[in-house]
């Protein structure tokens, strides 16, 4: 039968009860059992059964009353009415009202068994469809938007690659969101139905790592207490997306090249090859040709992750996705915090716009969390960021004057004869200034 299934039987009749939970437990199923419907609540609410045998007279609440009440805490939930041949009718307005079928008093045993099984079969299915559905969701994101032709351009590389099974490689500064496009690619590929496995190399010793990539078998090492399956076999028929890939150690390259070759992986102190199949997505902020040329990244391993790549334009030369993706963070905190905040005060806006984000996406997302802490008015002000009051010290002189421009063109809707003047240049100097550091008119 697979995974085990959660049965609650629900009879004001005692040897109802006993009989059915000893019947079903014969056959693999988990019983939980109920006199009546507020008991019966009680142990939906504890348990959450996936499958409920409900008697329909019962005293106080019956069964009807008990299914309004059980769809509200399970809405997933299979209803099974039981009932006496006096109350059919009764039972069919149960199933109108969503029930999943009805028995009659005295029971079939087979017949029974066969509906709590086909019952079992369609609660999997939905809960199966429902997982599919929340993965899909959760794997498209909403913040890799198109506001400039830099984005525009890595839409199109995804839309190009995706349908594809070719590897590929984002690149791109910390915080840019390269994550965001794998989940992209992979919600939009044939795999899309498969695993989405993340596996942050960087942030792993070597000996830490290869346990994680490949999995372990017990007592492979002091600590291996069990058996242990690694990323690379839980990936299978999915995407394995390596982030920070320059930072793996030259012979985990070696064995991960030796995957990729042979699509085959044996666990730390296994010999058993285990056959896998999954689609490579990595990402970098190094520059892995400069590897490759200073010996630390191995060239026919680059070749194998560097089939297609993407490379993804950091913040500051894309401010016109700023109000967008603020907007978001802006309603996903304030959701989360239980706050109602309408939106951000002109002056916050032009301040995040013309702000040069040297942690990208990343640091806009930490920066309008701590706005939503901060702020007790309808909207929030330039005030709740940190950076407002005073730019950082440790910024280059190009950075403040890029910055600057930035601001002043946001605080004039972009438009240049007006920042011009109020820079007190002219309109030749500044268009010179804007291509000098990326900065496009939205």
Known sequence: MGKTVRLLVVDDEQHVRTSLACWFREEGYEVEVAASGREALAVLARVGPQILLVDIKMPGMDGIELQRRARELAPDATIIIMTAYASVETAVQALKEGAYDYVVKPFDPEQVSRLVAKAAERYSLLAENRALRERILAAEPHLVTAGTPAMAKVLQLVDDVAPTETSVLITGESGTGKELVARLIHARSARRFGPFVAVNCGALAEGV??????????????????????????????????????????????????????????????????????????????????????????????????????????????????????????????????????????????????????????????????????????????????????????????????????????????????????????????????????????
């Open 209 to 442: 790592l290869e346990s994680e990539l490949f999995g372990h078998e017990k007592g492979a090492f002091t600590g291996a207490a069990g058996r242990h399956h690694g990323k690379v076999e839980l990936a299978h028929e999915g995407s394995l997306f390596l982030d920070e890939v320059g930072d793996v150690s030259p012979k985990l390259q070696v064995d991960l090249l030796r995957v990729l070759q042979e699509r085959v992986i044996t666990r730390v102190g296994g010999t058993s090859p285990i056959p896998v199949e999954f689609r490579l997505i990595a990402a970098t902020h190094r520059d892995l040709e400069e590897e490759v040329a200073a010996g630390r990244f191995r060239q026919d391993f680059f070749y194998r992750v560097n089939v297609f790549r993407i490379e993804l334009p950091p913040l500051r030369e894309r401010p016109e996705d700023v109000p967008l993706l603020a907007k978001h963070f802006l309603e996903r905190y304030a959701n989360q915090m239980g706050k109602h905040i309408e939106g951000f005060a002109d002056d916050a806006l032009a301040t995040l716009v013309a702000y040069p984000w040297p942690g990208n996406v990343r640091e806009l997302q930490n920066v309008i969390e701590r706005a939503v802490v901060l702020c007790r008015e309808a909207r929030i002000a330039a005030s709740h960021f940190p950076f407002a009051a005073a730019p950082p010290h440790d910024q280059s002189l190009d950075t403040m004057e890029e910055a600057h421009i930035r601001r002043v063109l946001a605080s004039c809707g972009f438009n240049v004869a007006q920042a011009a003047r109020q820079l007190e240049v002219d309109r030749v100097t500044l268009y010179n200034k804007m291509k000098k550091y990326g900065i496009n008119r939205p």
